[in-house]
């Protein structure tokens, strides 16, 4: 059953903090010292996690709702809310230290990538640091050479499957690997190996038409940009 204004505004706390859901995954939670909160329960990457709202009164029960709406609107782009919530927090600092006021300017949008690529990159941090609790080692650490070798089996692999079309099972079964892991290794192997020969003929070529082509990345880098914007201007106004 869906809350009511009267219901939200009568609730007493109790001696524990106390939730009253509404829809969506959205509950308000009632603390013992009477405080109230909008919170929403949702799973992103098969982990339950938690996205705060706003308090109540200052935050109504229809702005709750819609902020809720949002928030499953970007789940169901494949985009964790949690995350671009602490990149605003961020974007929001870095306009502040450069001075920036005008939502249209192009700067905001750089920064807006950058805050979301920070935040990415600290989640990945954190998952990696959880891992260590398995392995007693984050990624690269405390086996030295470890990464050299793993490059240099991959390119064996790459090799073999190359020479003698050995199947996947088979090179698996030899490196002690799954057949579906050894995949994976050889179409790595083979982008890498494809974007170096690009490159090699991308260099061939005068120097006036990579110029050219670097003008042309240039401004469908800023299409990009001003898409992003189309996009999420309404949310990165601060």
Same mark, same amino acid.
């Given at each position: 059953?869906?809350?009511?204004?009267?219901?939200?505004?009568?609730?007493?706390?109790?001696?524990?903090?106390?939730?009253?859901? #509404?829809?969506?995954?959205?509950?308000?939670?009632?603390?013992?010292?009477?405080?109230?909160?909008?919170? @929403?329960?949702?799973?992103?990457?098969?982990?339950?996690?938690?996205?705060?709202?706003?308090?109540?009164?200052?935050?109504?029960?229809?702005?709750?709702?819609?902020?809720?709406?949002?928030?499953?609107?970007?789940?169901?782009?494949?985009?964790?809310?949690?995350?671009?919530?602490?990149?605003?927090?961020?974007?929001?600092?870095?306009?502040?230290?450069?001075?920036?006021?005008?939502?249209?300017? !192009?700067?905001?949008?750089?920064?807006?990538?950058?805050?979301?690529?920070?935040?990415?990159?600290?989640?990945?941090?954190?998952?990696?640091?959880?891992?260590?609790?398995?392995?007693?080692?984050?990624?690269?650490? !405390?086996?030295?050479?470890?990464?050299?070798?793993?490059?240099?089996? &991959?390119? @064996?692999?790459?090799?073999?499957?190359?020479? #003698?079309?050995?199947?996947?099972?088979?090179?698996?079964?030899?490196?002690?690997?799954?057949?579906?892991?050894?995949?994976?290794?050889?179409?790595?192997? &083979?982008?890498?190996?494809?974007?170096?020969?690009?490159?090699?003929?991308?260099?061939?070529?005068?120097?006036?038409?990579?110029?050219? #082509? @670097?003008?042309?990345?240039?401004?469908?880098?800023?299409?990009?940009?001003? &898409?992003?914007? !189309?996009?999420?201007?309404? #949310?990165?106004?601060?």
């Amino acid at each position: 059953m869906k809350l009511t204004e009267y219901i939200v505004s009568t609730a007493e706390p109790a001696e524990k903090l106390k939730k009253i859901f #509404d829809s969506g995954g959205l509950y308000l939670g009632i603390y013992p010292s009477g405080s109230k909160v909008w919170r @929403q329960k949702y799973r992103y990457g098969g982990k339950e996690k938690t996205l705060t709202h706003g308090r109540y009164p200052a935050t109504s029960m229809e702005q709750a709702r819609e902020r809720c709406t949002e928030a499953k609107r970007l789940l169901a782009n494949d985009l964790d809310p949690s995350v671009l919530k602490k990149s605003m927090k961020k974007l929001k600092r870095d306009m502040s230290d450069r001075n920036i006021t005008d939502p249209q300017d !192009n700067r905001l949008i750089k920064l807006y990538i950058v805050a979301i690529k920070e935040a990415l990159r600290k989640e990945a941090v954190s998952a990696a640091v959880n891992k260590k609790k398995k392995s007693g080692c984050l990624p690269g650490e !405390n086996y030295p050479g470890q990464i050299e070798k793993n490059k240099k089996r &991959d390119k @064996q692999i790459y090799k073999e499957r190359l020479s #003698d079309g050995t199947t996947f099972r088979e090179l698996g079964m030899k490196h002690n690997l799954s057949g579906a892991r050894v995949a994976a290794i050889f179409y790595k192997q &083979d982008r890498a190996e494809r974007h170096r020969k690009a490159n090699l003929e991308y260099m061939k070529k005068p120097l006036k038409e990579r110029l050219e #082509d @670097q003008r042309v990345q240039r401004e469908e880098s800023e299409k990009v940009y001003r &898409d992003v914007q !189309n996009v999420f201007g309404k #949310d990165l106004v601060p």
